[in-house]
T-cell receptor, first 116, second 111 residues
Framework: DARVTQTPRDKVTEMGQEVTMRCQPI?????VFWYRQTMMQGLELLAY????????DSGMPKDRFSAEMPDATLATLKIQPSEPRDSAVYFC??????????????FGPGTRLTVL | QKEVEQNSGPLSVPEGAIASLNCTYS??????FFWYRQYSGKSPELIMS????GDKEDGRFTAQLNKASQYVSLLIRDSQPSDSATYLC???????????FGKGTRLHILP
């Protein structure tokens, strides 16, 4: 049963601390996306990768957020330093290698981040 | 600015009736359209994709696409309480790989 996995599922931290979220995409998928979801803003795209190369991270606050894909089985999203306004659910999604017109994405269970 | 608009709801529908969810999009060259279902506290789950004008049926779900009107809809027949969720409309264009999500419509099926 192929699915996207994310760790941790829940994270409570204090303002100023570093937070690292991890994602394992579905094996064989070559696109990986990071989203943030809040009640007010809905789903916001933070960054995405194709074949491990970052293609767009314009949705991320550059001064504190960074996203990497050290290998095909791991994507990371790091926040340093964290702030209370970063509290949200962070989703990772991956998609199969198909022409651009078939951009299906499959979501992981999410990381619920609370910054105190 | 590419946008996807949905009525936030809640949309209340009696059990057994047809639920109709609507979505409009602003990018005229959009080519791929998706409906995701998200239960409270869970992640979005892909339930329908549609790429051509017309209807696409999958079980109790029918997606309808009208590119001329820039409109996509989702019909749920024989609505069940388990269909109560938020439904997210999502759209992509050939310009990039990104999906633009609407903010979702909350659907409540009344037993």
């Amino acid at each position: 049963d192929a699915r996207v996995t994310q760790t941790p599922r829940d994270k409570v931290t204090e303002m100023g601390q570093e937070v690292t979220m991890r994602c394992q995409p579905i094996l064989g998928h070559n696109t990986v996306f990071w989203y943030r979801q809040t009640m007010m803003q809905g789903l916001e795209l933070l960054a995405y990768f194709r074949n491990r190369a970052p293609l767009d991270d314009s949705g991320m606050p550059k001064d504190r957020f960074s996203a990497e894909m050290p290998d095909a089985t791991l994507a990371t999203l790091k926040i340093q330093p964290s702030e209370p306004r970063d509290s949200a659910v962070y989703f990772c999604a991956s998609g199969p290698d198909r022409p651009y017109s078939y951009n299906e994405q499959f979501f992981g269970p999410g990381t619920r981040l609370t910054v105190l | 600015q590419k946008e996807v608009e949905q009525n936030s709801g809640p949309l209340s529908v009696p059990e057994g009736a047809i639920a109709s969810l609507n979505c409009t999009y602003s990018d005229r060259v959009s080519q791929s359209f998706f409906w995701y279902r998200q239960y409270s506290g869970k992640s979005p789950e892909l339930i329908m994709s549609i790429y051509s004008n017309g209807d696409k049926e999958d079980g109790r779900f029918t997606a309808q696409l009208n590119k001329a009107s820039q409109y996509v809809s989702l019909l749920i027949r024989d609505s069940q309480p388990s269909d109560s969720a938020t439904y997210l409309c999502a759209v992509t264009s050939p310009r990039d790989d990104k999906i633009i999500f609407g903010k979702g419509t909350r659907l409540h099926i009344l037993p």
